[in-house]
């Protein structure tokens, strides 16, 4: 994952604001496709949440993978 500034920073910022992720913990993780600035994702987590990411991602993608599969989108 890029470390540095990321072409939607202040979208992710603005949503961690607004659910509360920055007083709390946690973190959000913003992926955009096709956006007015082209492809591109922005994370702001805490550092435990960070290390989770990989697992989180994983376990997003069998499910995006599962629900495609018994509609028989795959």
């Known amino acids: 994952m890029p470390i540095g500034p990321g072409k939607y ?16 913990g946690g973190g959000v993780l913003l992926i955009v496709l096709n956006g007015d600035r082209g492809n591109g994702f922005s ?4 550092y ?18 599962q629900e495609m599969s018994s509609k028989g989108t795959s």
């Open 9 to 24: 920073d202040d979208l992710c910022t603005y949503v961690s604001e607004q659910v509360g992720t920055r007083e709390r």
């Open 43 to 46: 994370c702001t987590a805490d």
């Open 48 to 65: 435990e949440t960070i290390l989770q990411l990989p697992d989180i991602l994983e376990a997003a993608a069998r499910q995006l993978r």
